[in-house]
């Protein structure tokens, strides 16, 4: 079973740029992509960002440019930095894993086995 704790939420001003990250343990060993998901309030989970064991990186279009996901494959740790926040990017956001290795990463949630609690992020001022 693999365990996915995220960190770094809170609550943070309009063009902050704070960083989530999700320290993975457990059974990692085929996983293959890892990403994160975000629910904002009203609305269904949607994708923010994956990235596969090559270090190929997918974004979704609404954040495209502000955020960038990177990992540490010796520590297991994913990270998302959040550039330019907006109050719309304020959501829940998930760590996700898959061992779906197809050439392009799936977007869509009913794809990523496992999910982490999920960490709160509101962007206010």
């Known amino acids: 079973q693999v365990r996915l704790p995220e960190s770094g939420g809170g609550s943070v001003q309009p063009g902050r740029s704070p960083a989530l990250t999700c320290a993975a343990s457990?059974?990692?060993?085929?996983?293959?992509?890892v990403g994160w998901f975000r629910q904002r309030p009203g609305q269904d989970r949607e994708a923010v960002a994956i990235?596969?064991?090559?270090?190929?990186?997918r974004y979704a279009d609404v954040v495209k440019g502000r955020f960038t996901i990177s990992k540490a494959n010796a520590r297991n740790t994913l990270y998302l930095r959040m550039d330019i926040l907006e109050p719309e990017d304020t959501a829940m956001y998930y760590c996700?894993?898959?061992?779906?290795?197809?050439?392009?990463?799936?977007?869509?949630?009913?794809?990523?086995?496992?999910w982490g609690q999920g960490t709160q992020v509101t962007v206010s001022s």
């Open positions: 457990g059974q990692t060993y085929s996983t293959y992509r």
């Open positions: 996700v894993e898959t061992a779906h290795c197809g050439r392009i990463a799936p977007m869509s949630a009913s794809w990523y086995k496992t």
């Open positions: 990235i596969d064991s090559r270090g190929v990186a």
